[in-house]
């Protein structure tokens, strides 16, 4: 399946379809280093919104227990426990 094919419809519906032709067009263009660069400071905006999330629903969790709250949700529970065990202790909190 070619890349054209997975756009089958516009990516949003507040775009036209010249601005959206245009953004993919800049996409494209972009070298390897460009896209990996934007993907990390993506991967990291998408952690420090996780990290907020996790301090609203446990004010008083230490940046461990932040930490491995948001491996919970990054790696699934299972992963996580076997990863770093004293996830365990989490289900007791």
Same mark, same amino acid.
Request: glycine share 6%; hydrophobic share 45%.
């Given at each position: 399946?070619?890349?054209?094919? !997975?756009?089958?419809?516009?990516? $949003?519906?507040?775009?036209?379809?010249?601005?959206?032709?245009?953004?993919?067009? =800049?996409?494209?263009? !972009?070298?390897?280093?460009?896209?990996?660069?934007?993907? $990390?400071?993506?991967?990291?905006?998408?952690?420090?919104?996780?990290?907020?999330?996790?301090?609203?629903?446990?004010? $008083?969790?230490?940046? =461990?227990?932040?930490?491995? =709250?948001?491996?919970? !949700?990054?790696? $699934? =529970?299972? !992963?996580?426990?076997?990863?770093?065990?004293?996830?365990?202790?989490?289900?007791?909190?």
């Amino acid at each position: 399946m070619s890349p054209d094919a !997975l756009l089958a419809g516009p990516l $949003g519906a507040d775009t036209d379809a010249e601005s959206e032709r245009l953004q993919i067009a =800049r996409w494209r263009a !972009l070298s390897p280093a460009e896209k990996l660069q934007i993907v $990390g400071e993506l991967n990291a905006a998408v952690d420090t919104m996780a990290l907020a999330g996790i301090r609203l629903r446990h004010p $008083g969790a230490s940046p =461990r227990e932040q930490f491995l =709250r948001l491996a919970c !949700l990054k790696l $699934g =529970r299972d !992963l996580a426990r076997q990863a770093y065990p004293e996830v365990e202790q989490l289900d007791a909190r």
